[in-house]
């Protein structure tokens, strides 16, 4: 909003002057009046604007929750489902594994037994599909510890280089001075393999977005207090991040790949849901990464626009 600057005129003269000045006093009345009347409309007006933006605050706050309550309850939901189609699937499929492996091994037929061996692969495929969606309807508690969030990172950039097409000139991790310790370490208490699962999906995601125009993967690390973050602009604080809040370490992925559409954006932590080609993905990955983080009492957030790239922000509590 435009501020807006209220001004006002003030007629004063010293005490021994004021019969002589009666006259002109008397004339400057209707003026006052006008000015006092247009001062207290400004006052009022500027109160109104100032009320407006707080409730306009206070409801955004509130869709933000509101939001937040609805994923949660929609990821309980479907996890739910999905842990019991695994367990309703999981007998069949085990059987047509081991008969099919079975009817292979004896079969004379060439033809029948290739034909058997890819049953038996189809049904083990499905099995580990299973075993996937299992995982994402009850992931394991976190056995937290501390640990070198930096090291961490620098293994998944190795592990991203190692099983893409990208080049080590394309994926760099920057860690800024204020997010190590007198040791040079990130340290954060949670569980590093669920943590190392989480970025190496985020680094998975970045290096497709990539793939095509060549672009590069940038992973920032910082510390952000509680402090910091109450005096952001709304846009840009964690919610429900106060001063109390204890520092964060802030991991940001930032691809220069295609980027998403906001219809895109919005869905990209609902299950199953992937804007890729069918077959590449279950959309399962940013799902899980969701609820691994906010079980470690951690935010993830995504910005992206179309031609410009995205940038995940991982926020998680400092040991």
Known sequence: HQRRAVGGVVFCSPRNEAAELGAEQGELQPFLASLGLAVGRANAYAASQRLSEDLAESNRRLQQAQAKLLRSRALSMIAEMAAGAGHELNTPLTVISGRAQMLASAADDEKLRRDLELIRDKAHECSRIVTELMDFAKPAQPQRAPFDLAALLLA????????????????????????????????????????????????????????????????????????DLAGLPPADRIPGADASEPDWVVVSVRDTGRGMAPDVLERVFDPFFSHRSAGRRRGLGLPRAYRIIEAHGGRIQIESRVGEGATVHVFLPAA
């Open 156 to 227: 998944a950039r190795e592990r991203c280089i190692s099983q893409t097409e990208l080049s080590p000139d394309q994926v760099a991790v920057l860690i800024s001075d204020t997010a190590r310790d007198e040791t040079g370490k990130v340290i954060v208490f949670g569980d590093e393999q669920q943590c190392a699962g989480v970025f190496d999906e985020l680094l998975r995601n970045a290096a497709d977005a990539v793939a095509e125009n060549r672009g590069t993967i940038t992973v920032r690390v910082g510390r952000q207090s509680g402090d």
